[in-house]
């Protein structure tokens, strides 16, 4: 048993734990979350930004721009054509068939939150069809080597984590193979009543790379890595199609061509060479192999990180959580000022207690907000009951907000125009029109290199 691809599946896995819990606070920020962040007190406690304000006798407010820049990107990509290339040629059935614009925006909102565009290509029999299969997945399932190519060509460990019911394991790993299922059944029955409960902060519903967040599924874990070896291009003339496969197969190739000169048809044609070629293998937790794939061209991954300098991740709502935490910090102060503001405050001179004997405070509080109600009250010194108002809100915080919302537009590039808000009187249509094809000029480098991920995607699409 080689434990090799295992154990570098779990390298990449540790690996990227700065990433997973990056995109984890990226996704709290993006819907509402927002005062989480862990803060550190002058006495040396660690509390969240919440408990923080809470004890400054602060109600924490929030308001979501973070989400409406989103969803303003979001609908920009869908409000575009598809390309003609889901409408006509060999993309468009299977574009139809899995819904290929749905899943692009979702992906491109995950790519918004966490820099990350994944998704699997598989062909395999479903209840919808048959055919080659996208589906998104999740960073908090995916793991990769470090590599620093924007188009991958440097990926050496690619795969993610599978969360199976027992049936669906028996079906996926042995569906010939009636031993290997009864063994499987035994391995993750015993594997289940020992699963350890579900760490405490594992919100995105994963667990960790041994274990389910659910104990009742079996985890699978995929692992595809890539190697030199020699391997045997295989071209068929009658299709045009060409593989790649292992020389172990060139006995089956060799019988298959005298099958097709018996038939007078065209042989198969291969060459042999050292190419690079990759291996797909499903592991137990426990590192026991349970299926392994014959080599191929590619792994069935479409990847792309962004912007992925130096192998790093920055994703687009990063620049604005800053911005975004300003302006909740100062919503938080206003709505404080606010409350505890005097409000028709009533100071009632203590001689002026001559209501009548059978007069209380309340009943003074009550008449005072009745309208054409009238108290009656007797002051030798000659003082009158005041009222004092507060006209307004510290102005300057006022300002400071308006001045934030206008930094988060300029930082991030999603402006009102873009969002669709209502124009200013005095703005023309035309003006306005320019306004939003400027703004969204500065997102050109987002759809660009989702586009680049999409044809990635479809390349894999037309091999599968």
């Known amino acids: 048993m080689n434990h090799t691809p295992f154990q570098a599946a ?113 062909r395999h029999m479903r209840p919808e069809g048959s055919g080659p299969w996208v589906d998104i997945v999740s960073p908090a399932r995916f793991f990769v080597n470090h590599f620093r190519d924007p188009r991958g060509h440097d990926i050496e460990t690619i795969g993610m984590l599978h969360d199976w019911s027992v049936d669906e394991t028996v079906a996926r790993m042995a569906p010939r193979d009636p031993k290997l299922a009864d ?25 960790g790379f ?55 048809r065209l042989p198969l044609v291969t060459r042999r060479r050292l190419g690079v070629s990759w291996i797909g293998r499903w592991y137990a937790p426990s590192g026991r192999l349970l299926r392994q794939t014959a080599p191929a061209a590619t792994h069935p991954f479409a990847v792309k990180f962004y912007p992925l300098i130096d192998g790093e991740v920055h994703p687009f709502i990063e620049d604005v959580i800053d911005r975004q935490i300003q302006v909740n910090r100062t919503l938080t102060m206003v709505d404080r000022i606010m409350a505890v503001s005097a409000k028709e405050l009533v100071l009632f001179p203590h001689e002026a207690l001559l209501g009548g004997p059978d007069w209380k405070l309340k009943d003074y509080a009550r008449a005072w907000s009745t309208p054409g109600a009238m ?74 290199t989702f586009e680049a991920f999409r044809c990635q995607r479809d390349r894999l699409l037309t091999d599968f």
């Not at 391995?187 to 995105?204: F, I, M």
């Not at 391997?231 to 099958?259: F, K, M, W, Y």
Request: glycine letters at 6%; hydrophobic letters at 35%; aromatic letters at 4%.
């Open 10 to 122: 779990r390298r990449a896995w540790d690996a990227a734990a700065g990433l997973r819990a990056s995109r984890q606070r990226m996704k709290r920020f993006a819907y509402g979350h927002q005062w989480d962040d862990p803060v550190t007190l002058p006495d040396g406690s660690v509390v969240t930004m919440a408990e923080r304000a809470r004890r400054n006798l602060c109600d924490p407010v929030t308001n979501n721009l973070i989400r409406q820049i989103i969803k303003s990107v979001v609908g920009r990509f869908r409000s575009q054509p598809l390309p003609s290339r889901y409408s006509t040629g060999p993309l468009a059935t299977i574009a139809s068939r899995n819904l290929i614009s749905e899943l692009d925006a979702r992906t491109l909102e995950e790519f918004l939150i966490s820099g990350c565009a994944i998704q699997r290509i598989s």
């Open 183 to 207: 063994a499987l059944r035994t391995l993750y029955a015993d594997t289940d009543s020992r699963l350890p409960p579900l760490a405490l902060g594992d919100t995105d519903g994963c667990g």
């Open 210 to 264: 041994l274990h389910p967040s659910d104990p009742s599924r079996c985890r699978v874990i995929e692992v595809w890595t890539r190697s030199l070896s020699h391997v045997a291009a295989c071209h068929d003339p009658e299709t045009g199609r060409c593989t790649i496969t292992s020389t172990g197969q060139l006995p089956h190739i060799d019988r298959q061509n005298r099958l097709r000169h018996s038939q007078g």
């Open 375 to 448: 108290i009656p009250y007797r002051s030798d010194s000659g003082k009158m009951p005041s009222v004092i108002n507060t006209a307004g809100i510290n102005a300057g915080l006022s300002n400071l907000l308006a001045v934030e919302m206008q930094m988060m537009e300029q930082v991030s590039g999603v402006t009102s125009a873009l969002q669709g808000q209502r124009a200013a009187s005095s703005d023309t249509a035309s003006l306005y029109k320019a306004q939003a094809d400027n703004a969204a000029t500065a997102l050109t480098d987002i759809f660009e």
